[in-house]
């Protein structure tokens, strides 16, 4: 990132110096130009939801950390963007919740598969998933994403996956597991087949996810299990799109943009 200047002042900073460790991460090799064009597509919806970490992603959020809470075998799976974006926040909350992790790619090479389990090593990780031992295969899925570790994701009852596509989700929940996405989308499969949909970007939702995982590791297995028991996915990506609609709507009106 050492290439460019981002004034403090500059009023899409955040989001540059975001896109800026993407493009550190694909020159080092680990992020796939598909990558790039995944994280604009995401950015799109993260403007939508107003960039910043709404009511309903705080829910999911909860939910999603009481199911790791309660897990008997948590994994958190990892990609080129991931790697990129949030790789230290992977390496702690992994260690708040005793969660293992894994690397598992679309766009899988061996030679990115080592990067990005360095990367992780280089945030802390003691021992990262998915590298000489992605020997097992996932059901009815056929892309390079059905390569696991037998001792990850194959036997995890729950898994999160961040930036993921919808094939694997489905194919993970036909596998009986509880699945933890985080979308910026609300209407793409990945968001509508997960079991818990954290409907904000990645770069806000783990930070929090490690704040409330410290604070509800506090919590009673029975308070855990009511957060869990009581949380909707439906409702929370009804609410997401109903708050990108009235947003859309009053950005318009006070815009001037709508004629009646």
Same mark, same amino acid.
């Given at each position: 990132m050492e290439d460019i200047e981002i004034p403090a002042s500059h009023p899409r900073r955040e989001s540059l110096l975001v896109r800026e460790k993407l493009i550190e991460g694909f020159k080092k090799g680990f992020v796939v130009p598909q990558g790039l064009i995944a994280h604009g597509r995401g950015e799109c919806f993260d403007y939508l939801i107003g960039e910043e970490t709404q009511p309903f992603a705080k829910e999911a959020i909860d939910a999603a950390v009481a199911a790791f809470l309660l897990a008997r075998y $948590?994994?958190? *799976?990892?990609?080129?963007?991931?790697?990129?974006? &949030? $790789?230290? #926040? =992977?390496?702690?909350?992994? !260690?708040? =919740?005793?969660?293992k992790i894994e690397v598992n790619l679309f766009y899988r090479t061996e030679e990115r598969v080592r990067k990005i389990a360095e990367v992780l090593m280089e945030n802390g990780a003691t021992h990262v998933l998915g590298v000489d031992d992605a020997t097992a295969l996932i059901p009815e899925l056929f892309s390079e994403r059905r390569r696991v570790s037998s001792k990850g994701i194959l036997i995890a009852d729950v898994v999160l996956v961040p930036l993921e596509?919808? !094939?694997? &989700? #489905?194919?993970?929940?036909?596998?009986?597991? &509880? =699945?933890?996405?985080? !979308?910026?989308? $609300?209407? *793409?499969? &990945?968001?509508?087949?997960?079991?818990?949909?954290i409907v904000d970007n990645v770069v806000r939702a783990m930070p929090l996810m490690i704040k409330r995982a410290k604070e509800l590791k506090r919590r009673s297995s029975s308070e855990l299990k009511e957060l869990l028991t009581s949380y909707d996915n439906e409702r929370i990506l009804r609410n997401a799109v109903r708050h990108i609609a009235q947003r859309l709507l009053g950005i318009a009106e006070s815009e001037g943009l709508l004629i009646c």
């Open positions: $948590p994994v958190i *799976s990892v990609n080129g963007n991931v790697a990129a974006l &949030t $790789p230290g #926040e =992977v390496v702690e909350l992994a !260690d708040v =919740v005793g969660a596509d919808g !094939d694997r &989700t #489905e194919a993970l929940r036909r596998m009986g597991k &509880t =699945v933890v996405a985080i !979308d910026l989308n $609300p209407l *793409s499969r &990945t968001a509508r087949a997960a079991s818990i949909t």
